[in-house]
């Protein structure tokens, strides 16, 4: 058991060394966050020795974790403080809101598949998180429901930033979502300040669609 635990200990080292480190994820509290939440917790059983590994782990058929390095970026550009309440879409294994609910003060998490929520709460509570709530269904029918947020992540891409969700944001609120067209997108950071929302983006990288968000077709007349 003891020789286990150090094996685990060393991938996590060597994640965060090897992996976040050289993705300039320099951020303490990030990396912190890395050194404490169990990732190894949160992925399916047979995936377990890869868990501190850059493979992006099947949760079903469908859907993939985040990498730890996209993990890593996301946390480190949305800048949660310690007082702050965050909203994470789709949520998938809960690895993600459980990182970002040791940076914040409180996280719900939504997502599509009612399995992955109910797997996730089970694990957070069986590790002691007590501030993360979980939503199941579509964020488009939901968020007019859930209040208003500091910051907001999306885990998957879009063509374009929808709006409606700027009204989710509190003063200095943040959304992290990767926009853009396909092979042209970027982690963008929308920024609630006075009304308006800045743009910036931070990292160019490409990521699959959103389930919801997808590409509208194109018809030719």
Known sequence: ?????????????????????????????????????????????????????????????????LSPVFEGRFLQEIAIQDHERVLIVGSGSGFLAACASRLGKEVVAVDLVERFNTTAESITRELGFTNIEYQTGDIKALYNKLGTFDAIIFTGSMPEMPEEYYALLNEKGRILAVVGPENAMGVTIFTKVANEVRTERVLERDLERLVGFEDQPQFIF
């Open 1 to 65: 058991m003891l020789d286990n635990e150090l094996k685990i200990q060393q991938a996590r080292t060597n994640m965060i060394q090897q992996m976040l480190r050289p993705w300039n994820i320099l951020n303490q509290r990030v990396l912190d966050v890395f050194d404490t939440v169990s990732r190894n917790q949160f992925v399916p059983k047979e995936y377990e020795a890869v868990a501190f590994s850059e493979a992006r782990i099947p949760l079903d058929e469908n859907h993939l974790m």
